[in-house]
Nanobody, 126 residues
């Protein structure tokens, strides 16, 4: 059974940092790009950032550029999202996802991703 498990969410003060993890099991995603999305209450799920299959390239939404970074450890089948200088508007449920296709550019749409984590809540208080 293919599974992505998100973890690491929590409550943090504005300006603080938080690191999320996404561990895959049941399938190797070593050749798939991976993405992070977030969804605030009453809002649609939006792309936060992504990393290519080999970790060589990243892409971020303008709202988090310069504050968030993504890394991956293919030996552990795990992807990480490091969030720094957090703002209250970063509050959301964060999801990792594995792209449908192998390789290619990092895609930013929900439909381009096939497998999803269960989500982890990140709350930033002012």
């Amino acid at each position: 059974q293919v599974q992505l498990v998100d973890s690491g969410g929590g409550l943090v003060l504005a300006g603080g940092s938080l690191g999320l993890s996404c561990a895959a099991s049941g399938h190797s995603f070593n050749y798939n790009n991976m993405g992070w999305f977030r969804q605030a209450p009453g809002k649609e799920r939006k792309f936060v950032g992504g990393v290519t299959w080999n970790g060589g390239s990243m892409l971020f939404a303008d709202s988090v550029k310069g504050r968030f970074t993504i890394s991956r450890d293919n030996a552990k089948n795990t992807v990480y999202l490091q969030m720094n200088n957090l703002k209250p508007e970063d509050t959301a449920v964060y999801f990792c996802a594995a792209a449908r296709r192998v390789g290619g550019p990092i895609e930013t749409t929900v439909g381009a991703y096939e497998f999803w984590g269960q989500g982890t809540q990140v709350t930033v208080s002012s």
